[in-house]
Each structure stands twice: as structure tokens, then as C-alpha cells.
């Protein structure tokens, strides 16, 4: 029997635990009651609607009322709502999606699939089967990974091991060893003091290439990185930075695991940040937009020629030992396949660049009227943060209530925002149109007002 809306108010977060949160806080302040959503608003208990600015949590690509998408997961409800396609057996709508993944993903030479049951686990598929790989070849020593500073990977031991922020990986330590972290080309804040973009790249690019030789190419399996940098505060790489990650790796015989999680299925305004920056890595993580948040499921996009490695494999060394209960669940493939045909319908990408130049333009302008902002990003799609600062001579952080103010105030009028820290993260549904832009820009203006 449904609970009445006192009861609901009085046990938030009495009995439950919210991620990315300290328990005590939530009893504090108790999080907002999400009740319903239509396009792409959401409306909390008591009935106050807004533009979701976050997109659930950047996945909701196609908003919450994307049709096509629901009744592909009633019927595949009817048909078959579970079955496990570890060895053995199969369903239809795995093999199916496979098919439009490898089209999809034709121009980054994504040849294969494995199923996931969401980000994390995709990430933890290809660090996984990144050192199989090595080992296959006959190169059991290449076990350790790279990646990025700021980087964020998901929080399972091993994506909690590459990922670039302490706040991931204190309290959990000791993670896993043999991973090792390069500075992010993050024009605001870099150990180089360097802030022409294209210039940072190549410093740090000179760091990957120092780290390699410190700890020896022939230990290193892979190098993770997302193609723009999401939750560690929306950090896009000048254009060289990438494809020199990706020279350097091949030259090494390290291998490129893109994550994709957020920047796949169009939200930089291209289909996929590899595509965006002209690289074709040897892994992509992906999930989040693949099925629009409406049932968790993740692929891992593997390239021809790892593809190879492992399917000519006569050792036995290649069986793969790893996998999850919910891999190829075939009502998150049915979703999956649903919403790619209507990502492509609406070309969503196009969408996503031509309302994110306007809000990247709004939230410049609202940074020549508000110190507080320190330093805005993004340019590619609709991924855009605002960094708030109590100096900007100094660059000091805002006070950790300022952007919950800002949050607070903008939610009043009109607009469900992010707060990571001392950014202010939008990364609202790939449809919204330029009147939600508007109202966006008119609650974050609200905000700021306020201060």
C-alpha cells in the first residue's frame, strides 16, 4: 500500500544510505523527493517542476518521456524478462544490439561487445581485459595502469584505483597497486602554471612519456582516460592532447581504453569523444545514455585487432574468466536498441552542440557579472561546468556552502543543478530546446543573485 506524502518527508534518508553523500548530512538536509518527470523536467513531492539541468545523471539523453524506449521494455518484459547468456546461451536482442553497436561505433573501429550492468562495471571489463590481452601475447608483465589526474572511472576497486581524486580513493585505500597518474590538461589549475590550453597539453604529454619510461613500457597495460573529463569538473583537453595520448600509447604497445560512459551517444556533440578528437582507442566504456537511464546496462567496445588476439587464441589463455548476472540482460539490450534507433532519429548530437554553445555563452556572461565564478568550461556539447572562487586573483575555492546556495536558489526558480565540489556541473538531456537553455541561465542567474 502506497505511503502518503508525510511519511515519505519524515523517513528520508532515515533508513537508506544515499551515495556520494555523508549519511549525516542527508539527515540534515534531506534530499529532494523526485515524484515524476515528463521531456525534460522533473517534479518533486511537492509538486514543484523544474528543468532538469543534470539529466539524471548526464544519462537521460532523450528525456523521461522517450516512448519508444518504455514499450520496448514492456514488451521484452512479456517475451523474456531474464536470461543469462554466460556460456552456453544467448537471446536474440544481445545479438541484435551487437550488430547496431558495431555500426554505430564503426568510425572508432569498434568491432565487438560485452555486455555490462552499468559504467563501473564496464571500466572494471577493460582494465580487466586489457591485461588478458598482454598475457595472451605472451607479455604477463604488462599489468600496470595510467591515466589522468582529476580522472573519474567509477568507484569499484579498480576504477577506484585509476580514478584521479582522493575523495574516490582515501577513505577505501590501499586500492589496487601498479597504478600511477599523470597531471590533467586543466588549464585553470595545472602544476605547470600553464594556461594556454594547447601548450598544457604538451606538458603533459611529456609527463606520460616520462612516467612511461620511469616505470617501463613493457609493464604497463593500459592508459584510461575520458575524452572530456566529467565529474572530476568538466575538463576538455586542447584537440592535440588525445590523439597524442593515443600516438604514445601505440608506440609503446600500451593500450586506449576510452571512457565513454558520459561522452558516448552524442552528448560532446559529436556520437563520441573519440570521434570528437580523431581517435580510434582499443577499448571504449560505455553505459549511462545507451538505454537513456531507463534500465542499468553498459557495453564495452572492443577493437578489431584486440578482437583478434583473443578469438585466435589457441592456448586457452583467452577464455574469459569474468562477467556479471545481469551481462546482456536482455530487457536493458531491448532498451539499448530503442534508443539508439531514436538517438539517431533525432540526431541528438546536433541538438547537443547547438544548445550547448548557448549555455557555454550564458554562463560566460554570467561570469562577467559574478566574481564568485572563477572559471567556466566547455565548448563541446552539453557538458559545461562553472568553477566558484572566493578570490579569483588567488583562485581559492569558494566555501564548500556557496554552490549549495547557488543550487538551492536556482532549484527555486526553475532549474535542478549539480554541485561537485567547488563546480557547478550542467549536463542536462540532449533534447532540451532553447527556451529550457533560457530558464537554465534564469535560474543559475537566480543563484548567483542571491549569494
Known sequence: MPRDDNFLKEQNARHLWHPMAHPADS????PTIVTGARGVSITDIDGHEVVDAVGGLWNVNLGYSCEPVKAAIAAQLDALPYYSIFRGTSNDKVIELAEELKTFFAPEGMARAFYTSGGGDSVETALRLSRQYHKIRGEAGRV???S????YHGTHFGGASVNGNANFRTPYEPLL???HHIPAPYPYRNPFNETDPERLAQLCLQALEDEIAFQGAGTIAAFIMEPILGAGGVIPPHASFMPGVAEICRRNGILLIADEVITAFGRTGAWSG????????DFMATAKA???????FGAVMIAEHVAEVFEKDETGKAAIGH?????????GAAAALACLAETRRLDVATNAKARGDELFAGVQALMDRYEVIGDVRGGHGLMIALELVEDRATKTPAAKSVPGQVQKTAYEAGAMIRVSGPNIILSPPLV?????VQTILTALDAGFRAL
Do not use: M
Open 432 to 436: 532540451v530546446t532553447a527556451d529550457d
Open 323 to 331: 562477467g556479471y548476472t545481469y551481462s546482456g540482460h536482455p530487457v
Open 148 to 151: 589522468l589526474k582529476k580522472g
Open 177 to 179: 597497486p601498479g597504478c
Open 27 to 30: 539527515l540534515a538536509n534531506p
Open 144 to 146: 600496470k595502469f595510467l
Open 290 to 296: 545507451i538505454t537513456n537511464g531507463y534500465f542499468p
Open 274 to 281: 573519440s570521434r570528437l578528437w580523431g581517435v580510434q582507442p
